[in-house]
Structure formats: structure tokens, C-alpha cells
């Protein structure tokens, strides 16, 4: 399934529209997506006021630089993993000291992946405080736009429905 511009945008405006209405703010950090996620929320006027910032950490040096994501889970688990966006969500709150933070880290393709990780293998996490943090992984079809747009859409919905819920 493709996830149109406009299915984008109707994502992105229903959380903005959620953070306004709750007065909370949200952070980014974003591996695969490479700030698409952040991007989406930013396309709408006045979106400062509910997005507080977001990180790109694309290499393995930037996740732990920007985001104090651990050498032992990068090693231990590889880029695309559980412990890692679970400690991406953790940096990104303390980077920006927003209430909610979403992070994704995935193989969009069409190389990288293998038995394991195979492309379209994408890990999320969303909370706001580590007891708090949600992670799922997800296997998308497609390829690398694809891929994309789907891990961006579904970010997107799962923080909305978080928000509402916390």
C-alpha cells in the first residue's frame, strides 16, 4: 500500500490538530525516514508551537552523538532494533525536552537487508518517559519510497492515537 501526499498530509494535520487540543509538543529522531516524519508536522503553519525539533541520525555515530544511543545495543542488536529506537525515543526527550518523541529506524532498501532484517523491516518507538515508550516493529512491501511512506504514515497515526491516550 502507498501512502499518498494526501494521506500524508491528513496524518500530519490530525496530530498537529491532537497536540494543539491536548497542549502537548513532540520531537523526532529518524534514521530511515531521514525527517520526513518531521517534515510532514512542520508543513503546517504554526506547527512551532507543538514541534519542538528533529534529529536525523542516519549513521550509527550520529545515534549516539545526538541521542546517547548506546555502543553495547548498536553492536549487541544493529542500528535497526528494539533497544535502539526505545533509546532514541529516551535522547530525543532529553534533547529537546518535548513531551512526546517518536523514533524510527528501518531497511527502506533496496539493499542492506538480509535473513534477519530484510528490507522493509522497520522499527518504531513513541512514549513520554522511557516506562511510557511503545515499540513495534513493522515489515513493509515496496520499495524504497514505499517503504518510506509507509513507516512515515504509520509514525504518524500510532503517536496520534498515544497522544489521545496519555
Known amino acids: ?73 548498536l553492536d549487541e542488536h544493529g542500528a535497526v532494533s528494539e533497544p535502539v529506537v526505545r533509546e532514541m525515543v529516551a535522547g530525543a526527550l532529553v534533547a529537546t525536552d518535548a513531551d512526546v518523541a517518536v523514533a524510527i529506524s528501518g531497511v527502506a532498501g533496496p539493499g542492506g537487508g538480509n535473513k534477519d532484517k530484510p528490507v522493509g523491516t522497520v522499527w518504531f518507538a513513541w512514549g513520554s518517559s522511557p516506562a511510557s515508550t511503545v515499540a513495534v516493529v513493522k515489515h513493509f512491501d515496496g ?14 497515526q500510532e503517536v496520534n492515537d498515544f497522544v489521545g491516550e496519555v
Open 1 to 73: 500500500m502507498l501512502a499518498s501526499d494526501q494521506e500524508l498530509e491528513e496524518a500530519g494535520n490530525r496530530l498537529g490538530e491532537r497536540l494543539l487540543r491536548t497542549g502537548r509538543t513532540v520531537a523526532t529522531a529518524e534514521s530511515c525516514t531521514g525527517g520526513w516524519v518531521a517534515k510532514v508536522l512542520t508543513d503546517r503553519a504554526g506547527s512551532s508551537v507543538y514541534v519542538l525539533g528533529g534529529l536525523v541520525t542516519y549513521s550509527n555515530e550520529a545515534k549516539q552523538g545526538l541521542l546517547g544511543v548506546t555502543r553495547k545495543s
Open 143 to 156: 520499495d524504497r519510497d514505499q517503504v518510506r511512506r509507509q513507516a512515515v504514515l504509520f509514525a504518524l
